[in-house]
């Protein structure tokens, strides 16, 4: 096990890297290398917000989440999407922020809704939902 600090300082030399060869990159939608390169970038920025937020560093999470958001627009890619928002619902559920979190989740379930994705993801998402909504259906 490996402490969110140590990683974090790794992958986020990884990401500034990454974003220097973006910007080195002409827009094409074409060139399957820069796409790659993309959702590694949003691969990555997930990850990065996740490990800010287990950090105590929300503002920090929220701007990779927003890098992690454009890289799954620019490269098509809804699984990032859905990924960025569920990680991002973790942070209204630890300030007791429940019905917004449940929204991101949701809003995390439809992103991929019709995609052809991950069948470990599409559970992940909706066993993340659930809690809550059984909560929900108590009272």
């Not at 990779?64 to 799954?72: Q, V």
């Not at 098509?76 to 928002?85: K, S």
């Not at 990680?87 to 992103?111: C, N, Q």
């Amino acid at each position: 096990m490996v402490p969110a600090p140590a990683l974090y300082k790794g992958l986020t030399a990884h990401l500034r890297e990454a974003g220097n060869l973006l910007n080195g990159a002409p827009a094409d939608p074409r060139d399957e290398f820069r796409t790659r390169l993309i959702v590694a970038v949003g691969e990555s920025s997930v990850l990065a917000g996740w490990l800010a937020a287990d950090m105590g560093d929300a503002t920090a999470a929220r701007s990779y989440y927003e890098i992690a958001e454009k890289a799954a627009k620019e490269a098509g890619d809804p699984g990032i999407a859905a990924c960025e928002l569920a990680y991002r619902s973790y942070i209204p559920s630890t300030k007791g922020g429940h019905g917004r979190s449940r929204m991101l989740l949701t809003a995390a379930l439809e992103t991929i809704e019709g995609y052809d994705s991950s069948p470990a993801t599409t559970a992940w998402l909706a066993a993340r939902w659930q809690p809550g909504m059984r909560r929900k259906a108590r009272r």
